[in-house]
């Protein structure tokens, strides 16, 4: 099993920036990527970003723009998700997930680990 601890949300103005954090602990090295997946309030939960957690792969969702970042500290067994820019449409619980799965890593249903999220919120 793997644990997931996210951490680093709160209430930030449009056009602020914010870090997110995510721990894991457990069976770590049974996991192929950690992503971020964000939910709002009656919508789906959708992929944000996503790194393999022993190379050096990552993605981002085309929404992202180059104002998020995902990086990790595989000493920390932290994964951290750097968040600039942001916008009132940002505003969701943000989620960490775990996945052993080598394909499909942005999508949703192939993780089978997840944190308890953590609450972003920007006002416009």
């Known amino acids: 099993q793997v644990q997931l601890v996210e951490s680093g949300g709160g209430l930030v103005q449009a056009g602020g920036s914010l870090r997110l954090s995510c721990v894991a602990s457990?069976?770590?090295?049974?996991?192929?990527?950690v992503g971020w997946f964000r939910q709002a309030p009656g919508k789906e939960r959708e992929f944000v970003a996503v790194?393999?957690?022993?190379?050096?792969?990552?993605d981002y969702a085309d929404f992202v723009m180059a104002r998020f970042t995902i990086s990790k500290d595989i000493s920390k067994n932290t994964v951290y998700l750097q968040m600039n820019k942001l916008k009132h449409e940002d505003t969701a619980v943000y989620y960490c997930?775990?996945?052993?799965?080598?394909?499909?890593?942005?999508?949703?249903?192939?993780?089978?680990?997840w944190g308890q999220g953590t609450q972003v919120t920007v006002s416009s």
């Open positions: 790194a393999t957690w022993s190379g050096s792969s990552v």
């Open positions: 457990g069976r770590t090295y049974s996991m192929y990527a």
């Open positions: 997930g775990g996945t052993a799965q080598v394909k499909g890593v942005t999508d949703v249903r192939n993780y089978n680990y």
